[in-house]
């Protein structure tokens, strides 16, 4: 049996992520980052959306996006990874699968578990060691949080604002927040959210939300081990 269907409830901000086939690379050089980027940007426009933070590593993405009202966050995925599936190919001269199977989305409480999450995407290359300093990484949001560059691609969230009183303040209190490793409890929970699909947020929030979307909160039983979740 297939997957259900994502439903679309309007004004949910989702954590997508998705990794390369047999978590082979998918952004092998500068230019298949840009493009990636370019596609994103493109698929924006005919799929409106508003984006709050992206990380792209070399096997797999992280997207933070709340998709306008009306739209899916399954038709947005699906043009995104088709497009760069379409360039990669070309690029590259592969043919196969691009993408190991269907992208995960798990959705946000738009609260301080948002500002979580948007923590846990843009300090990917710190966790994964490839920078020590998250300045010196092109491929995320964190230049426009952390150093205050302009980024078209992405929207202010209501979040933001309340951190400081200027948005000089922010930054700072986003540079240190972002230099600071996330708690193991503050892990686990993101982890599990996009493992299982549950939604991410105060238990009250997360049953009535779990509700609307379908999503099965029960503990699975035995079987095959979860698999692991990148970094």
């Given at each position: 049996?297939?997957?259900?269907?994502?439903?679309?409830?309007?004004?949910?901000?989702?954590?997508?992520?998705?990794?390369g086939?047999?978590?082979?690379?998918?952004?092998?050089?500068?230019?298949?980052?840009?493009?990636?980027?370019h596609?994103?940007?493109?698929?924006?426009?005919?799929?409106p959306?508003?984006?709050?933070?992206?990380?792209?590593?070399?096997?797999?993405?992280?997207?933070?996006?709340?998709?306008?009202n009306?739209?899916?966050?399954?038709?947005?995925?699906?043009?995104?990874?088709?497009?760069?599936?379409?360039?990669?190919?070309t690029?590259?001269?592969?043919?196969?699968?691009?993408?190991?199977?269907?992208?995960?989305?798990?959705?946000?409480?738009?609260?301080?578990?948002?500002?979580?999450?948007?923590?846990y995407?843009?300090?990917?290359?710190?966790?994964?060691?490839?920078?020590?300093?998250?300045?010196?990484?092109?491929?995320?949001?964190?230049?426009?949080?952390g150093?205050?560059?302009?980024?078209?691609?992405?929207?202010?969230?209501?979040?933001?604002?309340?951190?400081?009183?200027?948005?000089?303040?922010?930054?700072?209190?986003?540079?240190?927040?972002?230099?600071?490793?996330?708690?193991?409890?503050?892990l686990?929970?993101?982890?599990?959210?996009?493992?299982?699909?549950?939604?991410?947020?105060?238990?009250?929030?997360?049953?009535?939300?779990?509700?609307?979307?379908g999503?099965?909160?029960?503990?699975?039983?035995?079987?095959?081990?979860?698999?692991?979740?990148?970094?």
């Amino acid at each position: 049996m297939g997957r259900k269907p994502h439903l679309i409830a309007d004004g949910l901000v989702y954590h997508a992520i998705n990794r390369g086939n047999n978590r082979d690379a998918v952004f092998c050089a500068p230019s298949d980052y840009l493009a990636f980027l370019h596609a994103l940007r493109q698929t924006k426009v005919c799929y409106p959306f508003r984006l709050f933070a992206y990380c792209l590593m070399t096997n797999h993405f992280h997207l933070v996006l709340q998709p306008d009202n009306g739209q899916s966050i399954s038709r947005i995925l699906q043009s995104l990874t088709v497009a760069h599936t379409w360039r990669f190919h070309t690029e590259h001269h592969t043919v196969g699968h691009v993408w190991q199977g269907r992208f995960r989305s798990p959705v946000i409480q738009q609260d301080e578990h948002l500002l979580t999450v948007l923590r846990y995407v843009e300090a990917n290359p710190l966790r994964a060691r490839m920078v020590s300093d998250l300045a010196c990484y092109p491929w995320s949001s964190y230049i426009v949080h952390g150093l205050g560059r302009r980024d078209p691609l992405i929207d202010e969230t209501a979040v933001w604002p309340p951190l400081a009183a200027s948005e000089a303040a922010r930054q700072a209190l986003w540079r240190t927040w972002l230099h600071t490793p996330l708690t193991e409890r503050e892990l686990s929970a993101v982890r599990r959210s996009v493992t299982t699909g549950r939604p991410f947020g105060e238990s009250a929030w997360v049953q009535a939300t779990a509700s609307l979307l379908g999503v099965d909160l029960s503990e699975r039983r035995r079987g095959r081990p979860a698999k692991r979740v990148e970094k």
